[in-house]
Each structure stands twice: as structure tokens, then as C-alpha cells.
């Protein structure tokens, strides 16, 4: 239960909203001046305030700079009297979120209570996964931007931790879009090669001559336009790690003279027959399953195996959802610095549908639908509307079809009654569903006639 202490030196004020909240389900804590709310807040757990402006011994105004200071995220709404209201709008002006004349709207104030609570649970659970980035990475400089904490990540993260000190070979597997980049970036940051070079080629973006030439470097008058020697990629990467992705792709021709670089750490350039002696460790990459490869006759069984020295199996997001969370702040901070935007977090319903959905595309995926997010959305909050219809739509089950022209309380009986259905009777989920209190919505099943059992 949230806790609300309300603050006025007016004790009919205090107890009238105390039982209103409280039958709500907010727990309630009451102080009749600035100095006795302030000692509450100092000591016990407060998740909103509500206060007077004109009070004796401190006033509302500055009990409110006082935890603007000391407690930026702790929601604050103030009440005043109809003289006050210039008063009121220099109250929000310093932080306040909203004022309320007196008399006070019961229902309307217990309304921007509860958003003002979702409001300050985004600003918190971002604050914490922010935090939580931030040790991470203290924690593990060397992992690069490898993010998690899921039993699998840690495990992955254990087995390159083993390997990168060797000049073992690795073959590192996985779906596209996954990170296979990072754990060889990761594998030659640990090593003790990290000073020296870091070369990546992506080997299907390259035609079978122009990825030898890439690889191996040629001699000049190689082939025509061979104007000048070129050293290719292994001799560049000579004292440290060489990343071969999409390794799959490789003609057999270029597979041979990979074998012999592994086996003899040895080749010529293109053209040439000077022998180049190089010392690189390589990693490579695929999302292909090479042992279906070399069985089909596409991919040399001697190639597989040296490759193949130590296997590392980077799992999809779908497998590693609990780092979700993790990756949505540390993508947010990242495209907010990057696009000068001051997004604050995810919007529940947001979190919701990208806690739920599948990520065919994996962390790419991920990384590319907060990028959007972040430029087209026109609040402090990214909400479903900046996501796109395909992650919104895996999430709709359980959705309430209401058509035009019924009442309003047969459209609220619809909803509340399927969402009842949806939570398969629990009503403590079901009224945080709905946003109201578990006693308003056992008055609600009242007036339906329907049997409480709990």
C-alpha cells in the first residue's frame, strides 16, 4: 500500500481526507504542521504528500523546499485556500505537482494521487536500473556494452572470462542480432592481446575475390586496379584479435587458406610468395549451424574443428528477459545523451509490452525500437503509442471489446468484471489492474450482485 501524509493544522481537514484515502487502500499518516511532517519523512517511509501552504511553526511552502531538496523524486500536492491561490502556482513553479482549493474534490484529488504515484514509480524504477547499469559496469569495465544479470548472461559471461586469457580459438553462435560482435569485443579486451589490435570483417559483405584480398592482402599488379601492396586484415591484426563474422558465408577456397593461418600461423597475399608470419588469435561468428554445414558439404570439417576449440552460445533476448529491463535503461540513457532528449522512463502499459514480447531481432531489435522511441515521442514518458504496432499487438490479450452506445456503468461493469476474469478471480490484482482500491471494487461487485468469497 502506498503511504499519503497528509499535512494541515486544521484537524477536520487531516481526518476527512485520511478516511477517504484510507478507503482507498492507502495506508495514511497525518502531521498538523511542517516541522512534525517533516520529522515523519526523516523517519518512516512517505510515498506522497499532501499539505497546507499557511501553517504555524514551518509552512507548506517551506516544507516543500525542504524536500525538494533533500527528496526530488517524493510527490508533493498542496492545498490552499481561494486568497492563496498566486501562492499555490509559485508552490508548483518550486516542484510541487498539483494544488487543490479548499473544499477539497475527494475523488479528483485520489485521482492525481494515484498518477502522481505511478509518475514517481517510473522516476524510481529508472533511477535503479540506472544505478544498476552504472555498478555493472564498474563492476565488469572489460565486458564492453554487454548488459545483464540472467543466470545465462552470467554464465556466458563466466566462460569468456575462463577462455579470453588463451589463444584458443572460439566460435561464437547465436541468432542475428544477439551480440556475437560484443563477445568477441569482450574475448579481446580480457585477453592479453587487449593492446593490441582489434580487426573485424564481415565476411558476407564481401565477394569471394574481394574477401581474400581483404584477408590476406596482394601484392602490386595482383589483379587490375592492384596499383600499390595492400596488407590485408590478418596482417593487421598481428599481436592481437582478429573477428570473423558470418563466417558461414566463406567459399571453400578461402576455408583452405583460413585452415592454414590456424595450423601454421602462415600465408601469402594475393599475388605474391613471400610467406607472412603472423600471430593473431581468431574468433568467429555465425548464426548458421556450421556442423549442418560441413555434413551438406558447404563447410570443411577440419576448418569446423579448429574454429571450434572452445564454442560460446549467445542466448536470444527471449531466453534473457529479466535483463530486459536493464537494456531499455541503459538504450534510454544512451539515445537521450546522443539526441538531447530528457525522456524520463517507460510508461507501465510500455514496460508491459516490451517486457511480453518475443524480439525476433534480439538486442539489435531492442536497441533500434528505443531509438524511435526516443525521437518520436512527445512527453517525458515513452507509452505504447511510441512503440511499434507489432510489439503492442502480442500484448493485447486479455483486451475488452465495449461498443458504442452503452451506458457508462455498463461499460464500467464490462471492464471490471473481465478484468476479474482475466486475474481468474483475484481481487487484489485485479483492482491494481483498474487503479482503484480493493474496497471499491468490492462495492462494485455489490452493486452486481455478485458473490464475494474472499
Not at 195 to 217: M, R, Y
Amino acid at each position: 500500500m502506498a503511504t499519503v501524509l497528509i499535512v494541515d493544522d486544521e484537524r477536520n481537514i487531516r481526518s476527512g481526507l485520511s478516511i477517504a484515502f484510507e478507503d482507498e487502500d492507502f495506508d495514511t499518516l497525518e502531521a498538523e504542521n511542517g516541522e512534525v511532517a517533516w520529522n515523519i519523512i526523516n523517519k518512516k517511509s512517505v510515498d506522497l504528500v499532501i499539505t497546507d501552504l499557511r501553517m504555524p511553526v514551518l509552512s507548506g511552502y517551506d516544507l516543500l523546499k525542504r524536500i525538494s531538496s533533500t527528496f526530488p523524486t517524493l510527490p508533493v500536492i498542496v492545498l490552499t485556500g481561494h486568497g492563496t491561490i498566486e501562492d499555490a502556482v509559485k508552490a508548483m513553479q518550486d516542484g510541487a505537482i498539483d494544488f487543490f482549493t479548499k473544499p477539497v474534490d475527494l475523488d479528483h484529488i485520489i485521482l492525481t494521487a494515484r498518477k502522481a504515484l505511478q509518475n514517481s514509480k517510473i522516476l524510481e524504477q529508472n533511477r535503479r536500473l540506472t544505478e544498476e547499469i552504472t555498478t555493472l559496469k564498474q563492476k565488469v569495465q572489460a565486458r564492453g556494452t554487454i548488459i545483464g544479470k540472467s543466470e545465462k548472461l552470467t554464465k556466458m559471461m563466466s566462460l569468456i572470462e575462463q577462455v579470453a586469457p588463451t589463444r584458443a580459438s572460439v566460435l561464437v553462435t547465436g541468432e542475428s542480432g544477439v551480440g556475437k560482435e560484443l563477445v568477441a569485443d569482450a574475448l579481446h579486451r580480457l585477453s592479453d592481446r587487449k593492446d593490441g589490435p582489434f580487426i573485424k570483417v564481415h565476411c558476407a559483405s564481401l565477394s569471394s575475390n574481394l574477401l581474400e584480398s581483404e584477408l590476406f592482402g596482394h601484392e602490386k599488379g595482383a589483379f587490375t586496379g592492384a596499383v600499390s601492396q595492400k596488407k590485408g586484415r590478418f596482417e593487421l591484426a598481428d599481436g592481437g584479435t582478429i573477428f570473423l563474422d558470418e563466417i558461414g558465408e566463406i567459399d571453400s577456397a578461402t576455408q583452405v587458406k583460413i585452415l592454414r593461418v590456424l595450423q601454421e600461423r602462415e600465408f601469402e597475399r594475393v599475388g605474391g610468395t613471400e610467406t607472412v608470419k603472423v600471430d593473431v588469435r581468431i574468433v568467429a561468428a555465425t548464426n548458421r549451424d556450421l556442423l549442418e554445414e560441413v555434413k551438406k558439404g558447404n563447410f570443411r570439417e577440419d576448418l569446423y574443428y579448429r574454429l571450434n576449440v572452445v564454442h560460446i552460445e549467445v542466448p536470444p533476448l527471449r531466453e534473457r528477459r529479466e535483463d530486459i529491463p536493464l537494456l531499455m535503461s541503459s538504450f534510454l540513457e544512451e539515445f537521450n545523451r546522443e539526441d538531447k532528449r530528457a525522456i524520463e522512463g517507460f510508461s507501465p502499459a510500455a514496460r508491459k509490452a516490451m517486457y511480453a514480447y518475443s524480439w525476433p531481432g534480439n538486442i539489435r531489435q531492442l536497441r533500434n525500437t528505443i531509438e524511435s522511441a526516443v525521437v518520436t515521442c512527445r512527453g517525458k514518458v515513452i507509452d505504447t503509442g511510441d512503440l511499434p504496432e507489432q510489439i503492442v499487438a502480442e500484448n493485447r490479450a486479455g483486451e475488452v471489446s465495449i461498443r458504442l452506445g452503452v451506458t457508462l456503468s455498463e461499460a464500467e461493469r464490462t471492464v471490471i468484471m473481465s478484468t476479474l476474469d482475466f486475474c481468474e478471480g483475484n481481487k487484489t490484482k485485479a483492482s491494481e489492474m483498474l487503479g482503484i482500491g480493493r474496497k471499491t471494487l468490492h462495492r462494485k461487485l455489490e452493486e452486481y450482485n455478485v458473490e464475494d468469497k474472499t
